[in-house]
């Protein structure tokens, strides 16, 4: 196997999960370009970065050596194509609109250079779908981080059909590279995460809305019975309410199974705003 050099990483997408990567990418020596079509959403990106390495640095988990290189690695930047123009992987982390994956990642095939990795950190939406008529397509793979990306091991790579055995390679030296434990999963709907992940969320949700029990008991249950270091609803206040509604709609959609639905409850607590803990309030009340 040909040893796939990453030192030069570009995110494109400054949220929760770009900043994440980002972070991690920029701790393991890599030089990062952190890119939101808004220039002070980037540099605001890396303020919260900042806040996330000084925490770490109180816990003793990071040196204050180690949080001043890690932000020193990292440039903001409202450019994608140029940003794109000199990386080894760019890792796309906007919204999960099909449309927007797809613009993106025909600008990208256009401006990284060719022996670039391009990841999607999508979710859910088919790699297949996403890569359709790029002329880059064998070099398009699934990168799917899981939140707080600096604290979780996993990284899901799901390769398409047109994605080649080299970029399969390559991605996985990356995940490694960056201090994770990757699994290799094929395209289908929800990959193998967010499927069985989602499935058992949503039965927790109609578990609550039967009054079968408390939110918080129904998280302890899997907490303390079968080991799960986070219960499925606190999970869901985590990833946000608006995001599992979606990806549960597309897999009931692309799957035909009722076991995807989503419950009333969930479709009520989106339409009222409360989606989780980026809300301030989801299945748990995060108030002050």
Do not use: W
């Not at 699934?142 to 707080?148: A, I, R, S, T, V």
């Not at 303390?224 to 897999?251: N, S």
């Amino acid at each position: 196997m040909t040893e796939f050099v990453s030192q030069r990483v570009t995110v494109i997408g400054a949220g929760t999960m770009g900043r994440g990567i980002a972070q991690v990418a920029a701790s393991t020596g890599r030089a990062v370009v952190l890119v939101d079509a808004d220039q002070e959403a980037a540099e605001r990106a890396l303020t919260s970065i900042a806040g996330s390495l000084e925490r770490a640095v109180t816990k003793g988990r990071v040196t204050e050596q180690q949080r001043a290189a890690t932000l020193a690695a990292i440039t903001p930047s409202a450019d994608a194509a140029q940003a794109a123009s000199g990386a080894d992987v760019v890792v796309e982390a906007v919204p999960e609109d099909l449309g927007l994956k797809q613009r993106l990642l025909s600008t990208l095939a256009e401006s990284a250079p060719s022996h670039c990795l391009l990841g999607t950190n999508t979710s859910s939406l088919p790699i297949g779908a996403i890569s359709a008529g790029n002329p880059a397509a064998e070099r398009i793979i699934g990168l799917h981080f899981f939140n707080p990306v600096p604290a979780m091991k996993l990284v899901e790579i799901v390769r398409g059909e047109a994605t080649s055995q080299d970029c399969v390679d390559a991605a996985r030296q990356f995940a490694l590279a960056l201090g994770k434990d990757p699994i290799i999963v094929k395209d289908s709907p929800g990959f193998a995460t967010s499927r069985l992940g989602v499935l058992l969320g949503l039965e927790a949700m109609r578990m609550l809305q039967e009054g079968v029990a408390s939110a918080a008991d129904i998280d302890k249950a899997m907490e303390l019975g079968y080991r799960h270091p986070m219960g499925p609803l606190k999970l869901t206040d985590l990833v946000g309410l608006d995001v599992r509604l979606a990806i549960a709609e597309h897999l009931h959609t692309e799957l035909g199974s009722e076991a995807f639905a989503p419950p009333q409850i969930l479709r009520d607590m989106v339409a009222a705003g409360d989606i989780g803990k980026k809300s301030g309030k989801g299945f748990y009340d995060y108030g002050s």
